[in-house]
């Protein structure tokens, strides 16, 4: 596209002006980005951004936010023998004492046992107040006592012949002996040591410094951590040391998330590279293409360093699908640039002519597809929303600085002759396959048998949305997955948020569950919970089970206590101070603010913390997993307190597949109305744009086959991208059957219509569809399963996408035109 007789053309200086001040604003927006992305942009490793925004999952999010961040870390010892285990626990310990990141550690279940066997009540549930209630019999008094003779017989027991003399029937060690729990699941042995595997596993739990969710604790404790395990291994060459918890899996998620955006922002850029230079045969259109498209990805991760989040571990993906999709710009642009030389045009009027002639389309197409992506907007999935926009702006960002910069240096770099025209050998067979009305009835009767076969219901399964959460790889979720077998335990747990505006409250809301899950224990219904309730019950509880304690008339028990002392051959001068409590039981209650400060304090954290100056009180429950019997300990919990919320990974599931459902018939509407205004903007003709979007039906229809047939997953992280391949793929559509209408213009008819849009336009599309296939398989070699997936399904909708076009446009050409013809 030449100048135009008359134009006004500036002068000289005033466009020498322009250009500098271009320039100028290209550097400083240039440099402003770099420093952003190096100063502010950072991957948040919270996986709630993961979560949607049902009541359930939200909920999920918030206590992930909330107690995620300070939750305690568990260090698994295992060696050959239970001497070495014991010996190399004892000096990680001991290593980990003297580091600055460690708040506190336990090695063994707190020693909750009381001097006053009156209280024993105060932190009994139902069963444990049954068991006290039995101890205060005659019967029940001389087991109790035969079991504490045996211990002050056993080796080593003079350190408890004081608090045994307090409490000779053990009453406080009731709530406690029968399961001593820690973490949901993780079960200490009779000694109070967490131990498993006849002592060659042992467990050190660790309060680390900070949040996990803030990098620079993370990584102190995690380097802390590595070097104690050195020094407890030197010590202990067969022990293994391994460690699981908050900060861990931050650090490693953190770790990984950062190795995927380097990796496949690389990839995109190298493979991206390669599709260029294999589609123009000129290794120098890099030097015209890549600097921009580095520029245009940098203020889009510019942008991206103004997320108050961070980061997240999907949005990671931007990189090389902004990568990927960028170079379509420059493919068109310097294609241009070369045919305006092809014409005799000098470098600088080619360069001129490339902007003018494609600045329409391309910009056009650039943002068809970033309103597309930003369609994810809509998405109930923070990760999703900030993937969608980010692809979404970047894709306009890099066409605008290719449109700005690539044919100035393109025009440096073709000063001398133009390579010649090629024409692809393909391009007459693939005529050929659509070349006649019967073909190209066939052609559409093949493709859209694809769309029939998947209305019939031959889709993608429906896969696991956790496994792209939570990544079975990362080395501490192993860890976790280990301590399950050795110790107890399933994953799966369900948490039972209790919230309101006072500890004391929501502490009492969450007593109330717990009441009610006590008895489910003793029955089979589920297999445990860990509940404040058992450590740091409200006041109000404390009251209560301090009344059911009365209704015994300890008192009232003092002669049985003394008779069953002389019985059983104890001192009951020695004993005198138990004897004395039954006579004036205590009436002291423990607030939990008192509570904090003592060596649970680490216990009360796990389940009570705050958010906005309210409280949450935080049940963990382990379900069977058997539908009935979730259904009865559901039912438990609603009836103990309706307003409390069961959360937790099996909700997060379900809450996931609803979001798929409510989700996708929306993005995929805005997509397609996107879609259908850019098409009939750059087309014009309602039938071109039947024919467009008929390849974008079949497209996704042989998608979601494809996805059936290879097995893969099927779920919100990588179906909602479908959508968004709408504007990334119409590309294709939408070029060739402009270039068959301009083909109409310059009058040609018939074939030569159909041949000289794929001369024209095939390799071109072909380029830029093998150009967004590398951004989307640079993400293949990612560890995050959530972008492998999403990978695989862009790898294989934009090539199925590039084929539709090839197929259909050519077809719908040759069918409009017969019936226009009549022939």
């Known amino acids: 596209m030449t100048p135009m007789a008359g134009e006004h053309v500036p002068s000289s200086r005033r466009a020498s002006a322009r250009t500098v001040l271009g320039r100028l604003l290209l550097v400083a927006l240039t440099a402003l980005s770099f420093w952003l992305t190096a100063s502010r942009l950072h991957i948040s490793t919270d996986l709630s951004l993961l979560f949607p925004g049902q009541r359930e999952s939200a909920a999920l999010g918030r206590f992930s936010r909330v107690f995620g961040g300070g939750d305690g870390s568990v260090i698994l010892v295992r060696a050959p023998t239970a001497e070495d285990a014991r010996g190399a626990a004892r000096a990680m310990t001991a290593a980990l004492k003297k580091k600055g990141s460690v708040e506190r550690i336990l090695d063994e279940s707190p020693d909750l046992s009381l001097v006053d066997p009156t209280l024993a009540w105060l932190y009994a549930g139902p069963t444990a107040r049954a068991a006290l209630r039995d101890a205060l019999t005659p019967s029940g008094m001389r087991a109790r006592l035969a ?71 993370a990584a102190a404790f995690m380097d802390d951590f590595d070097d104690a395990s050195r020094s407890a291994r030197a010590l202990f060459p067969g022990a293994t040391i391994e460690v699981t918890g908050g900060h861990a899996i931050s650090r490693a998620t953190e770790a990984m998330f950062k190795r995927d955006l380097a990796l496949s922002s690389t990839l995109s850029l190298v493979f991206a590279s390669l599709m260029f230079v294999v589609t123009f045969r000129r290794a120098r259109a890099l030097i015209a293409v890549l600097p921009p498209l580095i520029v245009g990805t940098l203020w889009t991760t510019g942008l991206a360093a103004f997320l108050p989040n961070g980061l997240s571990g999907v949005a990671v993906a931007f990189t090389a699908v902004v990568v990927g999709v960028g170079v379509d710009t420059g493919v068109h642009v310097y294609a241009a640039l070369l045919e305006g030389r092809r014409r005799g045009l000098p470098p600088l009027l080619a360069a001129r002519y490339a902007r003018q002639s494609t600045w329409r389309p391309t910009l056009l197409a650039a943002v068809a597809a970033g309103l597309a992506f930003a369609s994810l907007a809509l998405s109930s999935l923070g ?80 896969g696991d949305a956790i496994v792209a959460i939570h990544p079975r790889g990362l080395a501490p979720l192993m860890s976790q997955e280990t301590i399950y077998q050795l110790f107890g335990g399933r994953p799966g747990q369900w948490i039972v948020i209790a919230e309101d505006d006072a500890d004391e409250r929501a502490a009492a809301r969450a007593d109330r569950v717990a009441e009610a899950l006590d008895p489910l224990v003793r029955d089979g219904t589920i297999d445990g919970f860990d509940a404040l309730a058992g450590y740091a019950p409200a006041v109000s509880t404390q009251t209560a089970r301090l009344a059911a304690r009365d209704q015994l008339d300890l008192a ?48 009360i954290s796990r389940h009570l913390r705050h958010d906005g100056g309210r409280s949450m009180a935080v049940t963990y429950v382990r379900p069977k997993g058997d539908p009935k019997s979730d259904a009865r300990a559901l039912e438990a919990i609603a009836h103990a307190d309706p307003d409390t919320i069961v959360t937790g990974y099996p909700y997060l599931e379900v809450a996931l597949r609803e979001s798929l459902a409510h989700d996708l018939p929306r993005i995929a509407l805005l997509a397609s109305v996107v879609v259908a205004i850019a098409l009939r903007t750059m087309l014009g003709r309602m039938l071109d744009v039947a024919i467009a979007l008929s390849t974008i039906v079949v497209e996704i229809a042989a998608v979601a086959v494809l996805m059936r047939l290879f097995h893969v997953r099927w779920h919100v992280y990588d179906a ?6 709408v504007g990334v793929t119409i590309d294709e559509s939408m070029f060739l059957l402009h270039a068959a209408r301009q083909a109409e213009r310059d009058g040609k008819t018939g074939d030569a219509v159909v041949l000289g849009a794929l001369v024209e336009q095939g390799p071109l599309v072909v380029a830029t569809a093998l150009t967004t296939t590398a951004g989307f398989a640079a993400l293949l070699f990612c560890r995050f399963d959530g972008l492998f997936d999403l990978g695989a399904v862009g790898v294989l909708g934009v090539l199925l996408g590039l084929v539709a076009a090839l197929v259909i446009v050519p077809a719908g050409l040759v069918l409009a035109r017969k019936r226009t013809t009549g022939g």
């Open 383 to 462: 990760a999703l929303q900030q993937l969608g926009v980010l692809c979404g702006v970047g894709e306009f960002l890099t066409a605008v600085a290719i449109l700005w910069m690539t044919p100035e240096i393109g025009a440096f770099l073709e000063r001398g002759a133009p390579p010649p025209v090629r024409t692809p050998a393909w391009t007459a067979s693939l005529l050929a396959l659509t070349g006649t009305r019967g073909r190209s009835l066939v052609a559409f009767a093949v493709s859209f048998a694809i769309v029939l076969v998947v209305a019939l219901g031959f889709g993608p399964k429906t």
């Open 720 to 725: 909602l991208v479908l959508p968004v391949l």
């Open 556 to 603: 009232a028990h003092r002669k049985d206590l003394e008779a069953a002392l002389v019985e059983a051959g104890f001192d009951t001068t020695a004993c005198a101070p138990a004897l004395s409590a039954f006579a004036s039981p205590t009436e002291r209650t423990l607030p939990i603010s008192a509570e904090r400060a003592s060596s649970i304090g680490w216990l």
């Open 147 to 217: 079991g504490t003779k045996t211990l002050l017989l056993a080796p080593g027991s003079t350190d408890a012949e004081t608090w045994l003399a307090k409490d000779p029937l053990r009453l406080a060690m009731i709530p406690w002996e029968a399961k001593r729990e820690l973490a949901a699941g993780v079960v200490a042995s009779a000694d109070g040591s967490f131990q498993a595997d006849g002592g060659k596993a042992q467990l050190i739990v660790v309060q680390p410094k900070g949040s996990a969710f803030n990098s620079a604790s």
